[in-house]
């Protein structure tokens, strides 16, 4: 993804300060101009990049001079790299809290934006996430104005297998919007995402019907979607919205094919709406959660803990069993082979490996190289490995596979090795790293002990 070549450059850039021997004036200015290169390059406003720059620079300033270094070359590196990630953080915070959808609630959601933003693909995506975290989620088509509209929700709704609500006769938006609504609330949905018609251009036509519809459905929320490619031109445009609908929320979408998101997404957060998800794709599972610091934190491939820790909880809570089960378990800091095999498949389930992979700081990098398919490849080599364990080495701690020497340390591997290297198809080398990586997970929750231990200890690893 494109996005991708803005966080390596970023990266590149802070990884030159711990090269480095001195932490001087000259370092902190290359390191800036790089920064500040790297950040125009994905068409962020010239103004904000500079108030950047100067921001980086003040706050370095007065705490190298109230002493925060303490003298040594790694705290001043520290506070370049803290003062540096925390304004990328401001860059794209509009510092506004977006709705969140409530459980056992008629929560009515309303996609505004122009035409081929790509609305009604993120109308299906959303639906697909909110029904993936338990929530009852249909969809229902407004479009009247462009033809074909309607086909398009209900072949998407059907292969998501999401309800939907739509009409080929009935040609006033407003109806269908009031109708729809009132079916599924009736219905007991909890999520109903009602997808209105954008024009080519802002035209009063549209920003009238938008108000009409919303009066009607009396949304909890309304989404602006927009398309990254527009960079910085995202300001103009969410402004115009903004002032004939009062939206809560933007997506912004076509994030893997633009080299101009990081403008999009820092202009958007001037307007001080809240960015909720980033469409990253065609398939219905490219849709991102925004947050702005986890956002920064993957940018710079440090992973992204909340992330990865709210995409598990809506996971766990659609099976709320699982979840106690589960939260007994790192509470009490005992994690077997068989509970790492389910995060395992937690993690296939979740949506495609790199996403959810390049959340989890620390994790092998080698288990991501190559495409997600070659990704969910090694990871479904490795539930094999466990369908090849025994009850007994599932719900063990792993050391019936090891030898210790005297000191009490593993010192090799036992034939219990080989039997699941043969058994799975694999080889020895495949059986020991998933060991090695379940003996990490497992070390963290017993380190960190107590309640959401697990989740301090891997938050301490950041
Ligand atoms: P609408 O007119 O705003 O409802 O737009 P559509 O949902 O019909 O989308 C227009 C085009 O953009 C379609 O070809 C979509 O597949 C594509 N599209 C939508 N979202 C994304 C995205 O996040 N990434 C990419 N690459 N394409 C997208």
Not at 146 to 170: I, L, M
Request: glycine share 8%.
């Amino acid at each position: 993804m494109v996005l991708a070549d803005l966080g390596r450059k970023l990266s590149t850039a802070l990884a030159s300060l711990n090269r480095a021997p001195v932490i001087d004036d000259k370092v902190l200015d290359t390191l800036l101009k790089e920064v500040c290169a790297a950040l125009l390059e994905s068409d962020v406003n010239v103004k904000l990049v500079s108030q950047l720059r100067q921001k980086v620079k003040t706050k370095v300033k007065a705490q190298f001079e109230a002493g925060a270094d303490r003298g040594k070359e790694t705290n001043r590196r520290s506070v370049v790299q803290k003062a540096i990630f925390d304004e990328l953080v401001q860059l794209v915070d509009p510092g506004v809290e977006p709705y969140k959808p409530k459980k056992g609630h008629p929560n009515v959601i309303m996609a505004v934006g122009l035409q081929g933003n790509g609305k009604t693909t993120t109308c299906t995506k959303l639906a697909v996430h909110y029904q993936k975290r338990g929530f009852k989620s249909c969809i229902v088509c407004a479009d009247t104005f462009r033809a074909g509209a309607f086909d398009q929700t209900r072949q998407s709704a059907t292969k998501a297998k999401v309800a939907y609500f739509g009409s080929y006769t009935e040609t006033d938006p407003v109806s269908i919007a009031s109708q729809g609504v009132t079916k599924f609330k009736k219905e007991r949905f909890e999520v109903i995402i009602v997808d209105t018609s954008g024009r080519h251009k802002q035209e009063s036509e549209l920003f009238r019907e938008m108000v009409q519809i919303s009066e009607a459905v009396k949304p909890d929320m309304t989404i602006l979607v927009l398309d990254a490619s527009i960079g910085q031109a995202a300001e103009a445009q969410g402004r115009a919205f903004k002032e004939s609908a009062d939206f809560g929320a933007i997506i912004v979408t076509k994030m893997d094919g633009h080299a101009k998101g990081g403008g999009a997404i820092s202009a958007v957060a001037a307007t001080k709406t809240p960015i909720i998800f980033l469409g990253v794709g065609e398939h219905l599972t490219d849709l991102d959660r925004f947050a702005p610091r986890p956002f920064i934190s993957k940018l710079l491939g440090m992973g992204d803990v909340q992330g990865l820790m709210e995409h598990m909880h809506d996971i766990a809570a659609a099976n709320p069993e699982k979840q106690k089960e589960m939260a007994k378990k790192l509470e009490e800091g005992k994690l077997s082979i068989r509970d790492w095999r389910e995060q395992i498949q937690n993690v296939m389930n979740m949506g495609p490996l790199s996403k959810i992979a390049s959340m989890i700081p620390g994790f092998p990098q080698d288990m991501l190289a190559g495409s997600d398919e070659e990704g969910t490849l090694r990871m479904k080599r490795m539930l094999y490995i466990t369908d090849s364990m025994s009850a007994m080495e599932l719900d063990s701690d792993g050391s019936c596979f090891l030898t210790f020497g005297k000191d009490g340390k593993p010192e090799g591997l036992t034939w219990r090795v080989t039997r699941v290297a043969r058994g799975s198809g694999t080889s020895v080398r495949e059986v020991e790293e998933l060991l090695c990586q379940y003996r990490m997970m497992a070390n963290m929750a017993k380190q960190a002990g107590g309640k959401n231990g697990w989740m301090n200890a891997v938050q301490k690893m950041q």
